[in-house]
């Protein structure tokens, strides 16, 4: 068996002391630049990720805290209510546990890279973070258990997943009863993907291809399909914008989606934050909702209670999630668990008989 990459392997192969390799990854400040950047790259080179901080917890046996790496910037994931209702499940547990725990970008790959490799905690809390194989890669070299949520995590991992299709057959279901017979759907655009803003499918445009990589859109909009097929509807015929759920382009999406009903009666929306934008803009345009247009969200976010009209939408539970991952962290299986979290239809005033009926 190859024995592990050491720092002293580091040093000799970028020709410097080991006191120097020592700093590059402890005190980098005390290291000249060329120097610092020679280490980092020899060091990936050899596939050492720096040395390991759970050898000073030895004594203890464990770091009592968690690492959480995010989809975006630390500063944009906070701003949004579902990751604040996620990190607040996360903080129950904590608190209770008298844990920490530590908020990772998962943007920039060396830079989350060297937090995986370097961060006192016992385990990571995936969020549908970028460059999952390397962070996995990092983790399983530090034996360090991992949990992935909202995102589809390799065997191997604890997974904490929503049940998306029957959310999205929810609100189906709910306005077909209600006698809703074409509907439009704004669904989640990765904002990662590209910078084109929203992106509009027109109902009956062939070989249609959602461009997110969100394993919640693609199942809803998979949802959305057994739903309007069990109707004896097709969503070939539903006009289709993908829009981000957050920031400026809620107003864009809304606007697009509004321009290109097509002549449908409700709105199906994957985030409650886009939803609401509808609600606002179809206001702007003098759009009554319900009596004109029915909406419905996706998260039960605060906004959803508040909003005018109030938002009917499907319900899950973030802060729930968050406890989740958290203990699986603080207290691992034996072996990995899958848990699919369920969804609830919350009825309120912004979705009613389309005007025909």
Known sequence: MTRPVRLKDVAKAAGVSQGTASNVFNRPGLVRPAVRERVLETARSLDYSGPDPRGRLLRAGTANAIGVVTHTAVAAAMTHPKFQSFIQGIAEVCDARQAAFVIVPGVDRQAADRSLGTALVDGFILHNPRHVDSLIAISKRRNLPLVGVDMEAPAGISAINLDNRDGARQAVRHLVELGHRKVAILALRDPEANDTGPQHHPAGETARRLTTSFIDARE???????????????????????????GPEVRAAARLMLDNLAGATAVIAMADTLAVGVLDEALRRGIAVPADLSVIGFDDLSIAATSLPKLTTIAQSTRAKGKAAAELI????????????PVDLIVRQSTAPPPSR
Do not use: F, K, Q, T
Request: glycine content about 10%; some cysteine; overall charge negative.
């Open 220 to 246: 809803r909009y998979e949802g959305i399909a057994e739903a309007l097929g069990e109707a004896g509807l097709s969503i070939d015929d539903a006009p289709i914008v993908e829009g981000c759920p957050e």
């Open 330 to 341: 603080l207290d691992p299986p034996a072996h990995p668990v899958r848990r699919i979290m």
